[in-house]
């Protein structure tokens, strides 16, 4: 079952733009992290933030969490026409138990 | 940094054959791999969680007769889909961590595209 809910689905922003998407789930977490697919590939991670923390950087990535809300946004900034891609958000529980994914955000960013 | 290798990309199959899907961790030992599916333009679903040398965990509502996984060694596991059917059409993705500590990310297959005529 889906742990995560984003929103916005779709996202389209003209380059240069900044993209901000939002996660939210439903359960304690030890960590959230985010993910990105292009079409057709398989995920490939960007960032982890863990349930202590409230702000991550990486690169033009940020990413805030909110365990009181039980929410996390991811923005990209000075977006690129290359960060085209599907971005979900996974929570992981800890240890071996499963990282669960939300529903995902396509972003479109035009040239 | 940890590759997993997923293979095959692609398979195209007739009705009541069965496909075997495998992911392999490179250069780490994975004890634990997830198997999740992809139907078009929508998330990830866990469908089971491979243990090493024991049995996997399935989801609620796989068939675990079904879609049969097996995790004989540290670096493999494999996803076989018995008596495929149409319905059985979907991208195939596994994972893997690799170790157990709190925050570990996912390592993933490039995935399976698999098609049941």
């Known amino acids: 079952s889906q742990q995560g809910e984003e929103d916005p689905q779709a996202l389209s922003i003209q380059e240069g733009e900044n993209a901000t998407m939002n996660c939210s789930y439903k359960?304690?977490?030890?960590?959230l992290q985010w993910y990105r697919q292009n079409s057709g590939r398989g995920l490939v991670h960007l960032i982890l933030?863990?349930?202590?923390?409230r702000e991550k950087h990486s690169g033009r990535l940020r990413v805030t969490l909110d365990t009181s809300k039980k929410s996390s946004s991811l923005l990209i900034t000075a977006s690129r026409a290359a960060d085209t891609a599907s971005y979900f958000c996974?929570?992981?529980?800890?240890?071996?138990?499963?990282?669960?994914f939300g529903t995902g955000t396509k972003l479109q960013v035009i040239p | 940094g940890a590759v997993v290798s997923q293979h095959p990309s692609w398979v195209i199959c007739k009705s009541g054959t069965s496909v075997k899907i495998e992911c392999r961790s490179l250069?780490?030992?994975?004890?634990?791999m997830f198997w999740y599916r992809q139907f078009p333009k929508q998330s990830l679903m866990l469908m089971a969680t491979?243990?090493?040398?024991?049995?996997?965990?399935?989801e609620q509502g796989v068939e675990k007769d079904k879609f049969l996984i097996n995790h004989a060694s540290l670096t493999l596991s494999t996803l076989t889909v018995t008596s495929a059917h149409p319905e059985d059409s979907s991208f195939y993705i596994c994972?893997?961590?690799?170790?157990?500590?709190?925050?570990?990310?996912?390592?993933f297959g490039s995935g399976t595209q698999l098609s049941v005529l």
């Open positions: 250069d780490f030992q994975a004890t634990t």
């Open positions: 359960t304690s977490i030890n960590n």
């Open positions: 933030i863990r349930s202590n923390e």
């Open positions: 996974a929570t992981d529980a800890g240890g071996y138990q499963k990282v669960t």
């Open positions: 491979s243990n090493e040398g024991s049995k996997a965990t399935y």
């Open positions: 994972s893997a961590k690799q170790g157990a500590n709190a925050n570990e990310k996912l390592f």
